[in-house]
């Protein structure tokens, strides 16, 4: 059985840095892609970034270009998203999922979803 567990976020000033971690488990994820999603407080769930476990491409939403990357560790199962230059807006409850085949922007073509993590940023 597939298992996502997020770590990671809290409270943090605008301009600082916070990682999440999303630890996957119970497949081999080498022909699977991550993405990480955030919804805000009566917004619609948000692509924010996306990374193939084989071979490592990335992509971003135009909102966090330049200020957060996703990254993996094979060795550990393990996907990231380093944000950096945080902002007010940038608030939500941040998800990482995993599908097979191709990074998607669209939430509803992830398969496996992470239980959520609470990002606080104050002005």
């Known amino acids: 059985q597939v298992q996502l567990v997020q770590s990671g976020g809290g409270l943090v000033q605008a301009g600082g840095s916070l990682r999440l971690s999303c630890a996957a488990s119970?497949?081999?994820?080498?022909?699977?892609?991550m993405g990480w999603f955030r919804q805000a407080p009566g917004k619609e769930r948000e692509f924010v970034a996306g990374?193939?476990?084989?071979?490592?491409?990335?992509y971003y939403a135009d909102s966090v270009k330049g200020r957060f990357t996703i990254s993996r560790d094979i060795t550990q199962n393990t996907v990231y998203l380093q944000m950096n230059s945080l902002k007010p807006e940038d608030t939500a409850v941040y998800h990482c999922?995993?599908?097979?085949?191709?990074?998607?922007?669209?939430?509803?073509?992830?398969?496996?979803w992470g239980q959520g993590t609470q990002v606080t940023v104050s002005s």
């Open positions: 999922a995993a599908r097979g085949g191709l990074v998607a922007i669209d939430s509803d073509r992830y398969d496996y």
């Open positions: 119970g497949r081999t994820f080498s022909s699977y892609a």
């Open positions: 990374i193939h476990w084989n071979g490592g491409r990335t």
